[in-house]
Antibody
Framework: EVQLLESGGGLVQPGGSLRLSCAAS????????MSWVRQAPGKGLEWVSA????????YYADSVKGRFTISRDNSKNTLYLQMNRLRAEDTAVYYC??????????????????WGQGTTVTVSS | AIQMTQSPSSLSASVGDRVTITCRAS??????LGWYQQKPGKAPKLLIY???SLQSGVPSRFSGSGSGTDFTLTISSLQPEDFATYYC?????????FGQGTKVEIK
């Protein structure tokens, strides 16, 4: 069974740091790009970051660029999100998701086809 | 970043109704768009990718259409389990961006 399991959430003070982990199983982890998506309490979904299968390419939302770092350890089948200089507005449930790829007529399509259950990050003094 | 605007933000419908949700991109995104369903307290679920391709296991009452800047998610006959919030996500360029969501409620 394909599965993603996030961990590492918790309560942290503004300006603090936290590292989230996402353990993957049931698929060849290194073959897939991965993403983080978050959802603030009572709000919609916000795309946060993505990383290629090799880890050589990374992408960030403007709201987290320079503060968050996405990485992966393919030997451990684990995705990470290092979050520094946290702000109250970073309070959210953080989901990791697998990026699937389908071949179209002229190019590839992408989608987040497997999601974890989420881990909660609360930034508050 | 590309802005994704969904409408309506919420709607009330009855079981059996045909429901249409739209998503507009601030610039052309070919057909690099997905639709997701989220129920309270749960992770989102992929319904449609590539604007119109049905994800495996998703009921055929869900369909997607559109290209360029305007996209539509249609539920042909609303079922009790379809009451949820729906989001579009552009997969054309990084940073990816979601629409603000459409909450489908029971009338």
């Amino acid at each position: 069974e394909v599965q993603l399991l996030e961990s590492g959430g918790g309560l942290v003070q503004p300006g603090g740091s936290l590292r989230l982990s996402c353990a993957a199983s049931g698929f060849t982890f290194s073959s897939y790009a991965m993403s983080w998506v978050r959802q603030a309490p009572g709000k919609g979904l916000e795309w946060v970051s993505a990383i290629s299968g090799s880890g050589g390419s990374t992408y960030y939302a403007d709201s987290v660029k320079g503060r968050f770092t996405i990485s992966r350890d393919n030997s451990k089948n684990t995705l990470y999100l290092q979050m520094n200089r946290l702000r109250a507005e970073d309070t959210a449930v953080y989901y990791c998701a697998k990026i699937e790829q389908w071949r179209g007529t002229h190019y590839y399509y992408y989608g987040l086809d497997v999601w974890g259950q989420g881990t909660t990050v609360t930034v508050s003094s | 970043a590309i802005q994704m605007t969904q409408s309506p933000s919420s709607l009330s419908a009855s079981v059996g109704d045909r429901v249409t949700i739209t998503c507009r991109a601030s610039q052309g995104i070919r057909n690099d768009l997905g639709w997701y369903q989220q129920k309270p307290g749960k992770a989102p679920k992929l319904l449609i990718y590539g604007a119109s391709s049905l994800q495996s296991g998703v009921p055929s009452r869900f369909s997607g259409s559109g290209s360029g800047t305007d996209f539509t998610l249609t539920i042909s006959s609303l079922q009790p389990e379809d009451f949820a919030t729906y989001y579009c996500l552009q997969d054309y360029i990084y940073p990816r961006t979601f629409g603000q969501g459409t909450k489908v409620e029971i009338k």
